[in-house]
């Protein structure tokens, strides 16, 4: 073999092993490259990711405070209308109370009402039973002959300083179905007062 082969063959090798080693350190250095973009990416993946959930939670932390500030102002309203109803109905109760006391078939239910409650508390005798003006001789005498007592018929009195209703007591206890009675438990009859008004509207 002539010089002249020898050294291309030489130059063929070291030219061999040039490129084998331009091309590990080539694919090397585009391996890290991808690498690195794909981390790039990935991170930058991740930001926006941050970002959404991060813009996402303030959204969703805007909505809830924005409907509990609507639940607050509805509720607020509901207690305003709730106690503009009952304000008006107290100011009509008392006279709705006496007119029904005023009519002869709603006096009648007023006072067995009263008596039913009275005959599961009170004792079956003694009674004293004071009622408002209106309540007529007629209609007491029809109601001593239709309460069966033991013992003396209920002592009936008149308190010209009530405006509707009766008050039984016996044995220390008192039921009171007058107007000042009823109208005493303010939360109760206010409760009621307030579902019925609340039906009608």
């Known amino acids: 073999m002539s010089l002249e082969a020898r050294t291309q063959a030489l130059l063929n090798v070291v030219e061999t092993d ?25 991170e930058a993946r991740a930001r926006v990711r941050s970002a959404f959930e991060e813009e996402r939670r303030r959204s969703e932390a805007q909505v809830a ?5 609507l639940m607050t102002r509805r509720r607020l309203h509901e207690q305003r209308r709730a106690e ?3 304000a008006a109905g107290w ?16 006096r009648q239910s007023w006072i067995e009402t009263v008596i039913v ?25 029809a109601f001593a002959a239709s309460v069966p007592t033991p013992g003396e018929p209920p ?20 039921i009171d179905g007058t107007l000042a009675g ?4 303010r939360a109760e009859i206010g409760a009621r007062l307030l579902r019925t008004l609340e039906g009608e509207t």
């Open 18 to 42: 040039r490129k084998r080693r331009s091309n590990a350190i080539i694919g090397e250095a585009r391996a890290r490259a991808a690498a690195t973009v794909a981390a790039a990416h990935a």
């Open 65 to 69: 405070a924005a409907q509990a500030r």
């Open 84 to 86: 503009n109803l009952l």
């Open 91 to 106: 100011r009509e109760f008392p006279t709705a109370l006496c007119d029904r006391w005023r009519r002869p078939e709603c």
């Open 117 to 141: 409650e009275a005959r599961k508390v009170l004792p079956a005798e003694g009674w004293r039973i004071v009622y408002a003006p209106g309540w007529s001789d007629g209609e007491r005498a």
């Open 155 to 174: 002592e009936l009195a008149l308190d010209e300083g009530a405006r509707a209703g009766i008050r039984v007591s016996a044995g220390g206890n008192v």
């Open 182 to 185: 009823l109208l005493a438990d």
